[in-house]
T-cell receptor, first 114, second 109 residues
Framework: DVKVTQSSRYLVKRTGEKVFLECVQD?????MFWYRQDPGLGLRLIYF???????EKGDIPEGYSVSREKKERFSLILESASTNQTSMYLC?????????????FGDGTRLSIL | GQNIDQPTEMTATEGAIVQINCTYQ??????LFWYQQHAGEAPTFLSY????GLEEKGRFSSFLSRSKGYSYLLLKELQMKDSASYLC??????????FGAGTTVTVRA
């Protein structure tokens, strides 16, 4: 079974802090993704990566950056946290090549910015 | 992102059938996924369609019409544990997915 592990289930930070969300997958997947999930808006893609040190912007990258130094780990960084970044953050991974293979998700990090 | 439309909420009785519709723009279509998400948990994969027709997996079936930009997820013999959000996700051109807002299904005894 694919395992995608996010470092924290719940996190509370203050406005202006630099926040790191970590994600690790154990299936040697090439692709990794960061989403945020808000009521009524569904999952929105923040950033994704299709290889080590490679990254591409998703639909809502503003205020975020990412890092992928190792294949299994994909980090999301909030450079200066703001209250409108309070949300559920979901990490996912998928395999390149086999198109019917789905993305596999972690359990999510519920982040509150005070 | 692309517009993926699905109803916000549906309610049905235990043992009944519920059909969740999903519509999307057809340009660049390259596959459609359905996920189930229980409250506070990760989305889990249910089904994948890329060709027209019906894919059946036990009590769950998914249908696709590429020319109409339309899919549905059919849940049969509803059980209480089927109460969850159901997410329609479409891949356009590459391996990124665009998600609908999700349909919350409530199963009543």
């Amino acid at each position: 079974d694919v395992k995608v592990t996010q470092s924290s289930r719940y996190l509370v930070k203050r406005t202006g802090e630099k926040v790191f969300l970590e994600c690790v997958q154990d299936m040697d997947h090439e692709n990794m993704f960061w989403y945020r999930q808000d009521p009524g808006l569904g999952l929105r893609l923040i950033y994704f990566s299709y290889d080590v040190k490679m990254k591409e912007k998703g639909d809502i990258p503003e205020g975020y950056s990412v890092s992928r130094e190792k294949k299994e780990r994909f980090s999301l960084i909030l450079e200066s946290a703001s209250t409108n970044q309070t949300s559920m953050y979901l990490c996912a991974s998928s395999q390149t090549g086999e198109k019917r293979k789905p993305q596999h998700f972690g359990d999510g990090t519920r982040l509150s910015i005070l | 992102g692309q517009n993926i439309d699905q109803p916000t909420e549906m309610t049905a009785t235990e043992g009944a059938i519920v059909q969740i519709n999903c519509t999307y723009q057809t340009s660049g279509f390259n596959g459609l996924f359905w996920y189930q998400q229980h409250a506070g948990e990760a989305p889990t994969f249910l089904s994948y369609n890329v060709l027209d027709g019906l894919e059946e997996k036990g009590r769950f079936s998914s249908f696709l019409s590429r020319s109409k930009g339309y899919s549905y997820l059919l849940l049969k013999e509803l059980q209480m544990k089927d109460s969850a959000s159901y997410l329609c996700a479409v891949r356009f051109n590459d391996y990124k997915l665009s998600f609908g807002a999700g349909t919350t299904v409530t199963v009543r005894a």
